[in-house]
């Protein structure tokens, strides 16, 4: 990938450093083990995400669930923000940050257009025009406008309440040493994935449900759809940032990294995310064949078929 010379976008925030070693409700990192024991599979994949697996490898419900019981079920004080600069932290962060604005700006830049010719799924009445999310960059803990408040350890994560995509810079570490995905276009990946979840949110996708269908079946065809258009939004990006087949390779390796059966998760009914093949594929799909309503995973009848 080449980025030099392109746009950064101004929808950013570094919100500075938060609290040590403990949520942003006051949960101590270590006492979580206990809490694992007593939730089962939600405590489960809990531990996966404070072991660095991501937060955007979980369902949305779970998601949000996380994220109250991290806060305490509210929102933290401005207080907890903390202070200084994330991105003016260490040399790593400020190029980390940087990638993101200009990652971020790639994808206003191929979903204005893509908003106004009307080329996505269409669920409901016509979304209008593209509305830009915002991209927050904190270290620590962080509070949102609506989601409640989570630690660093939750890895990236977009917020509907308030259009906000949440990352700590230093989950690119953690998805090239514990997820194996290395590389500037899987972080990329990370990116425009949560920017797919905000494209649902605009258009509706999130608020689908198939008849007959358990909750986590329904997250799968959300998260596979937040894959493809990632793919969609790398096919259009492609010429601009130089993207190559060995950054494909990159951003395929990161999709097959965190699918359910990979992670460890035996059980076809806990999937929440799909299978390493299914995120491949439907990221493939977005970004070889670059039309966004190819990527509408509610369109295929049969959940086996996905």
């Given amino acids: 990938m080449e980025i030099q010379g392109r746009r950064r976008s101004s929808n950013f925030e570094d919100r500075g450093r938060g609290g040590g070693g403990r949520g942003a409700g006051g949960i101590p990192l270590q006492g979580l083990a206990s809490l694992v024991r007593m939730l089962g599979v939600k405590g489960s994949l809990i531990a996966a995400a404070v072991l660095g697996v991501g937060f955007f490898v979980l369902p949305a419900s779970l998601k949000q669930q996380l994220l109250g019981a991290l806060s305490g079920g509210g929102a933290q004080s401005d207080g907890a923000q903390g202070t200084g600069s994330v991105c003016e932290t260490s040399p790593t962060n400020g190029k980390a940050c940087d990638f993101s604005r200009v990652i971020l700006a790639s994808t206003e830049d191929v979903y204005k257009p893509l908003f106004q010719s009307g080329g996505l799924p269409r ?116 010429a601009t940032l130089s993207i190559t087949d060995e950054d494909l390779a990159e951003a395929t390796n990161a999709a097959h990294s965190i699918g359910d059966d990979t992670l460890g998760h035996a059980n076809e009914k806990d999937y929440t995310h799909g299978t390493s093949d299914q995120r491949k594929r439907w990221f493939k799909r977005g970004f070889e064949g670059g039309d966004a309503r190819q990527c509408d995973t509610f369109a295929v009848k049969r959940y086996a078929d996905l």
């Avoid at 270290?139 to 660093?152: E, F």
């Avoid at 949440?166 to 990370?190: H, N, T």
């Avoid at 979840?197 to 759809?225: C, F, M, P, Y």
């Fill in 123 to 238: 669920y409901a009445a016509a979304p209008g025009a593209y509305r830009e999310p915002v991209l927050v960059v904190f270290a620590g803990s962080v509070s949102t406008g609506g989601c409640g408040g989570a630690t660093s350890d939750v890895g990236p994560f977009y917020c509907p309440a308030d259009s906000k995509l949440y990352i700590d810079p230093s989950f690119y570490d953690v998805m090239e040493k514990r997820l194996r995905a290395p590389g500037d276009f899987a972080q990329a990946y990370v990116i425009a994935h949560e920017v797919g979840h905000h494209v649902q949110n605009l258009i509706g996708a999130n608020r689908l449900k198939v008849d007959g269908e358990t909750k986590n079946q329904a997250s799968v065809r959300l998260e596979l759809q937040a894959d493809c258009l990632a793919g969609v939004w790398g096919h259009s990006a492609r």
